[in-house]
Protein backbone atom coordinates (compact mmCIF):
# COMPACT_ATOMS: atom_id res chain seq x y z
CA UNK A 1 0.00 0.00 0.00
CA UNK A 2 2.55 2.28 0.36
CA UNK A 3 3.52 2.42 -2.66
CA UNK A 4 0.61 3.90 -3.99
CA UNK A 5 0.52 6.12 -0.80
CA UNK A 6 0.45 9.04 -3.35
CA UNK A 7 -2.17 7.86 -5.79
CA UNK A 8 -4.45 7.49 -1.95
CA UNK A 9 -3.90 10.61 -0.96
CA UNK A 10 -4.99 12.19 -4.17
CA UNK A 11 -7.87 10.37 -4.76
CA UNK A 12 -8.88 11.33 -0.77
CA UNK A 13 -8.39 15.01 -2.21
CA UNK A 14 -10.27 14.67 -5.13
CA UNK A 15 -12.97 12.32 -2.89
CA UNK A 16 -13.41 15.43 -1.02
CA UNK A 17 -13.83 17.89 -3.49
CA UNK A 18 -16.65 15.58 -5.30
CA UNK A 19 -18.37 15.80 -2.09
CA UNK A 20 -18.69 19.27 -1.49
CA UNK A 21 -19.63 20.03 -5.09
CA UNK A 22 -22.00 17.69 -4.95
CA UNK A 23 -23.77 19.25 -1.76
CA UNK A 24 -23.38 22.29 -3.38
CA UNK A 25 -25.53 20.83 -6.40
CA UNK A 26 -27.75 19.59 -3.76
CA UNK A 27 -28.49 22.71 -2.29
CA UNK A 28 -28.83 24.68 -5.84
CA UNK A 29 -31.31 21.87 -6.67
CA UNK A 30 -33.37 22.77 -3.58
CA UNK A 31 -33.67 26.00 -4.12
CA UNK A 32 -31.95 27.12 -1.22
CA UNK A 33 -31.08 30.13 -2.17
CA UNK A 34 -34.78 31.43 -2.94
CA UNK A 35 -37.87 29.85 -4.70
CA UNK A 36 -38.20 29.77 -8.53
CA UNK A 37 -38.97 32.67 -10.72
CA UNK A 38 -42.60 34.18 -11.50
CA UNK A 39 -41.68 34.67 -14.91
CA UNK A 40 -42.29 32.13 -17.65
CA UNK A 41 -39.30 32.50 -19.96
CA UNK A 42 -36.55 32.82 -16.52
CA UNK A 43 -38.12 29.52 -15.18
CA UNK A 44 -37.34 28.00 -18.56
CA UNK A 45 -33.86 29.20 -18.37
CA UNK A 46 -33.70 27.25 -14.16
CA UNK A 47 -35.01 24.45 -15.72
CA UNK A 48 -31.99 24.10 -18.61
CA UNK A 49 -29.98 25.16 -15.15
CA UNK A 50 -31.17 22.11 -13.07
CA UNK A 51 -30.69 19.84 -16.13
CA UNK A 52 -27.09 20.87 -16.03
CA UNK A 53 -27.09 20.18 -12.54
CA UNK A 54 -28.66 16.95 -12.66
CA UNK A 55 -26.18 15.55 -15.55
CA UNK A 56 -23.06 17.11 -13.35
CA UNK A 57 -24.70 15.20 -10.14
CA UNK A 58 -24.68 11.96 -11.61
CA UNK A 59 -21.03 12.42 -13.16
CA UNK A 60 -20.09 13.56 -9.91
CA UNK A 61 -21.58 10.23 -8.53
CA UNK A 62 -20.24 8.02 -11.28
CA UNK A 63 -16.59 9.09 -10.38
CA UNK A 64 -17.34 9.18 -7.09
CA UNK A 65 -17.61 5.81 -7.38
CA UNK A 66 -15.04 4.78 -9.35
CA UNK A 67 -12.52 6.54 -6.19
CA UNK A 68 -13.96 4.36 -3.75
CA UNK A 69 -13.58 0.79 -5.82
CA UNK A 70 -10.27 2.18 -6.30
CA UNK A 71 -9.78 3.20 -2.71
CA UNK A 72 -10.64 -0.34 -2.01
CA UNK A 73 -8.92 -2.13 -4.53
CA UNK A 74 -5.55 -0.33 -2.83
CA UNK A 75 -6.51 -0.91 0.67
CA UNK A 76 -7.19 -4.49 -0.40
CA UNK A 77 -3.43 -4.55 -2.39
CA UNK A 78 -5.82 -5.30 -5.28
CA UNK A 79 -4.45 -1.72 -7.16
CA UNK A 80 -2.30 -1.84 -10.41
CA UNK A 81 -3.64 -5.70 -10.98
CA UNK A 82 -6.08 -5.84 -13.80
CA UNK A 83 -9.75 -7.44 -12.61
CA UNK A 84 -10.14 -9.18 -15.70
CA UNK A 85 -6.85 -11.12 -16.51
CA UNK A 86 -4.86 -10.45 -13.68
CA UNK A 87 -1.95 -9.15 -15.07
CA UNK A 88 -0.17 -5.78 -14.22
CA UNK A 89 -0.92 -2.97 -14.95
CA UNK A 90 0.85 -0.11 -16.68
CA UNK A 91 2.40 2.57 -14.04
CA UNK A 92 2.06 4.98 -17.31
CA UNK A 93 -1.29 3.75 -17.46
CA UNK A 94 -2.20 4.04 -13.85
CA UNK A 95 -0.99 7.79 -13.76
CA UNK A 96 -2.92 8.75 -16.65
CA UNK A 97 -6.36 6.62 -15.31
CA UNK A 98 -5.52 6.33 -11.16
CA UNK A 99 -9.21 4.86 -11.31
CA UNK A 100 -8.41 1.94 -14.34
CA UNK A 101 -9.22 -2.00 -13.41
CA UNK A 102 -7.92 -3.21 -16.28
CA UNK A 103 -4.91 -3.41 -17.96
CA UNK A 104 -4.56 -1.91 -22.12
CA UNK A 105 -5.69 -5.27 -23.07
CA UNK A 106 -8.71 -5.94 -21.37
CA UNK A 107 -9.72 -2.54 -21.09
CA UNK A 108 -9.62 -2.69 -25.17
CA UNK A 109 -11.81 -5.94 -25.34
CA UNK A 110 -14.15 -4.09 -22.94
CA UNK A 111 -13.77 -0.48 -25.23
CA UNK A 112 -13.33 1.89 -22.05
Do not use: W
Amino acid sequence: MKKYETVRQKLLQRRDTLIRRMQEIAEEQQHTNGPLSQDFAEQATEREHEEVLDALGEAGRLELSQINRTLERIEAGDYGICAECGQAIAEARLEILPNSEFCVTCAERHDL
